[in-house]
Structure formats: structure tokens, C-alpha cells
């Protein structure tokens, strides 16, 4: 199994270093590019996770090199200047196993047991699969990792007190204002993010609710109320009635600047105005919360509310990462196996192709057939230990079936 991945994450970057180092939409033609000009040869699948938390690319490579040698192409893309030493980290096969199935489960992430990044895992897999960049073994290795993710999520209790950055934005409101549910907000954007505020804020009895989008956007919130999207360039109108304003869009660019906002303090009166900036890169100049009447919380404002049950939750994601480490072990091994009977079948089939029916007869009178053929054709001395402490049944099994097929 050759998986490995690098990256970089809340845990040992901060937010405006975790900015320099995201990989959006815009980069794909590059990265796919770069696959077939320098690492059509070495690297035969991978795909990207780019989410406020971290960016990490998993790969399927046989050296370290070929990794390392793929991490400063990008990192040279992306303009980086942090430490690489520092900043990033680079893990494979087992140890990448085990990261990608802590990942998906949330006992990785900053709000540990947050929610929203299995989906995310998922979503990313695919939008690279459909480009046609994940091989049979990342899809192998993928499906017993979202598999494992599910368990450790059902079966500790990493998910038993559910946290999301949704509950997270409804608690700061509860927290700052004495009737949260009477205020007029104001979103911005659509993923996964943002769907799932808007749906939690109308659950929870917030019914002045507006949403923009660089794209038109229905979200069901019931089923018997949508919500349609407002185009993204009226945003100035917008801000003139709502009180709050929460932003999580995918932009390289802050979309919400110093100017906008004093102007519409202008119009607003002074009234005092909530920003929630939950994008990464940040989607409203850090320089806005200078001014008078202006409350920007960012992302690490909002994780700050995470801490309550800290210590539950840590013990939870200390026996989670038992487990994982034990299941991936299994997954290993079964890896390893299917790749073993793959291997002895394929060279089986080359060996005993065009042998007569008094040959195959014979050799599978033997009790110990792997002796036999090891004696009688020269195979490379891996594979014959693999021959040999294979199941005799399943090498009889393999032999009938290549009888069959000749």
C-alpha cells in the first residue's frame, strides 16, 4: 500500500498561515497539468482536502521523494514563504491510513467530533474522482476509511455531544444578544457550510433570513419553505437592514471591505453591525474591526466556543485513535492479501497458460501445490512465499478458473 499525503493544519498553524496555503477550483488545471508534464509516471492517483481548517493532499506514490518533489511544485505555486520544516507535515502508508481515517471522523479536527468535515472528505474524494484522478487502490483505501470513519463515529462518544460550526454561530448570538431571534441576518454563500447555518438558524426560530450567492442557489429548509439566493453584488443594499452579517464563501479575496462597511454605518446610523467571517481565506478585511460600531468574529473566535466538554471529548478521541489504529491494521492486511491473490493470480494465469489438461490434473492431485510450481517455473522469491502461505484451497480455486478460462 503506498498512500501518502502532506499538509498543513490548525494544529500547528494559525489562521493567516493556513491562508497562504489553500488550493481552490482556480488551481485544478494546474494541478492536473503538473500530473501529466513532471508525475504522469510516478504518481497514479491523488486528490486535495482544502477546508478552513487544514489543506492535505493524498496521494498514491512508491517513494517519499515523489511526494516530497509534488509538495514544493505546489508550494512554489502557491507562493508560499512559511518554514517548510515548521509548517507542514508529510505521513505514509500506515500513519497515512490512520491520519485520513482520524480526518474523517473528526478526532483531527480543532472542534473535535466536529461534523461537517466527513462530508467534506467525501465531496473532495469525489470532485476528483470525477476527474478521473482516483485509482482502484485510493478507491479501496477511501471506502474502508469513510467505513471507519462511520464506526468511530457511532460507536464512541466522539458524536455523542454533536458540534458544528452551525451550533457554534447560534451560540455566540445567544450569547451577545438578549432576543438573537429577532435580528435580521445576512449570509453569504452556499457550500455545505452555510447550508447548514441557515438551516439550523430557521430551526431554532430565526425567521429574518437572506442569503447571497455568486450563483443563483435554492435551499430547501423545509418541506414546505425554500430559500432562494440573492445575487452576490447587492450586497450593499443588504447590509443597510440586517444586523448580522455571516460570510462563508470560497474566495482567494476578502469580498467585504473596510469602506463598504463605514458606509453603511453612514446609512445605518451608527447602528451597531455583527460580522461573522467563517472563510478561510478570510472573507472580510481584518482592518474592518477598527472601526466604531463594527464586531468581527472570526473563525478561531467562533472554535474559542468549542471548549466546553474539552476534556470528554479528548478522552473519546483517545480511544477513537485506538480503535482506528487497530481497524486500519485489519484494513492493511486485507489490503495486502487481495493484493497477494491478485499478483499469484496473474502470474498463474502466464505460467500455466496453454499447459494440457494432464498437467493441470496432476497438479492438483499435489497436496502441497505451491511446491510444485515453485520447483517447476521460476518465480521471483516474494511471490513464492506469498504462494506458499496461501490457502491450498484458494489455489485450486485460482487454477480451476484459469482452466476454464484457456
Do not use: W
Not at 485510493?138 to 466522539?158: L, P, Q, V, Y
Not at 443594499?237 to 462597511?261: T, V
Not at 489504529?325 to 495486502?336: F, G, L, N, Q, Y
Amino acid at each position: 500500500m503506498n498512500l501518502r499525503l502532506f499538509g498543513i493544519s490548525h494544529k500547528i498553524a494559525n489562521l493567516e498561515q493556513r491562508e497562504s496555503f489553500i488550493l481552490s477550483k482556480n488551481h485544478i488545471n494546474y494541478i492536473t497539468d503538473l500530473l501529466e508534464r513532471k508525475f504522469s509516471d510516478q504518481l497514479s492517483s491523488l486528490f486535495f482536502l482544502s477546508t478552513c481548517n487544514r489543506t492535505e493532499c493524498y496521494m498514491i506514490c512508491e517513494t517519499e521523494q515523489t511526494c516530497r518533489d509534488f509538495f514544493l511544485e505546489i508550494y512554489k505555486m502557491l507562493d508560499s514563504d512559511l518554514d517548510q520544516e515548521s509548517f507542514f507535515y508529510f505521513k505514509a502508508r500506515d500513519d497515512a491510513f490512520v491520519h485520513l481515517c482520524k480526518v474523517g471522523s473528526g478526532v483531527d479536527s480543532r472542534i473535535i467530533g466536529e461534523k461537517e468535515i466527513f462530508g467534506q472528505l467525501k465531496n473532495a474524494f469525489k470532485e476528483y474522482d470525477e476527474m478521473g484522478l482516483i485509482s482502484n487502490q485510493m478507491r479501496d483505501i477511501c471506502d474502508r476509511a469513510f467505513s471507519i470513519s462511520k464506526f468511530i463515529r457511532n460507536e464512541t462518544k466522539i458524536d455523542s455531544t454533536p458540534i458544528s460550526i452551525s451550533t457554534l454561530v447560534l451560540k455566540l448570538l445567544k450569547e451577545l444578544f438578549e432576543n438573537p431571534t429577532e435580528q435580521n441576518i445576512l449570509l453569504i454563500g452556499a457550500g455545505d457550510v452555510a447550508t447548514n447555518i441557515i438551516k439550523n438558524l430557521h430551526k431554532n426560530g430565526y425567521k429574518e433570513i437572506e442569503f447571497h450567492n455568486r450563483t443563483k442557489k435554492i435551499i430547501s429548509i423545509s418541506n414546505s419553505l425554500k430559500l432562494e439566493s440573492k445575487p452576490l453584488n447587492k450586497i450593499n443594499l443588504a447590509l443597510k437592514k440586517n444586523d448580522i452579517l455571516i460570510s462563508s464563501i470560497n474566495s482567494d479575496f476578502p469580498i467585504i471591505g473596510k469602506g463598504l462597511i463605514e458606509e453603511n454605518l453612514k446609512l445605518r446610523k451608527n447602528k451597531p453591525l455583527l460580522l461573522i467571517d467563517l472563510g478561510v481565506p478570510r472573507n472580510i478585511e481584518a482592518a474592518v474591526s477598527s472601526s466604531e460600531f463594527v464586531y468581527l468574529y472570526t473563525l478561531e473566535d467562533i472554535e474559542n466556543f468549542s471548549f466546553k466538554n474539552l476534556k470528554e471529548r479528548k478522552q473519546s478521541a483517545s480511544h477513537a485513535t485506538t480503535l482506528i489504529k487497530a481497524m486500519v491494521a485489519d484494513s492493511i492486511r486485507e489490503i495486502d492479501e487481495d493484493n497477494a491473490k491478485e499478483q499469484i493470480f496473474i502470474t498463474l494465469s502466464s505460467i500455466l497458460r496453454g499447459k494440457n489438461e494432464a498437467y493441470i490434473s496432476q497438479l492438483l492431485s499435489n497436496k502441497k501445490i505451491a511446491d510444485v510450481i515453485i520447483e517447476d517455473f521460476d518465480i521471483e522469491d516474494d511471490l513464492a512465499h506469498k504462494l506458499t502461505t496461501m490457502d491450498n484451497k484458494i489455489v485450486i480455486s485460482m487454477i480451476k478458473e484459469i482452466s476454464r478460462a484457456s
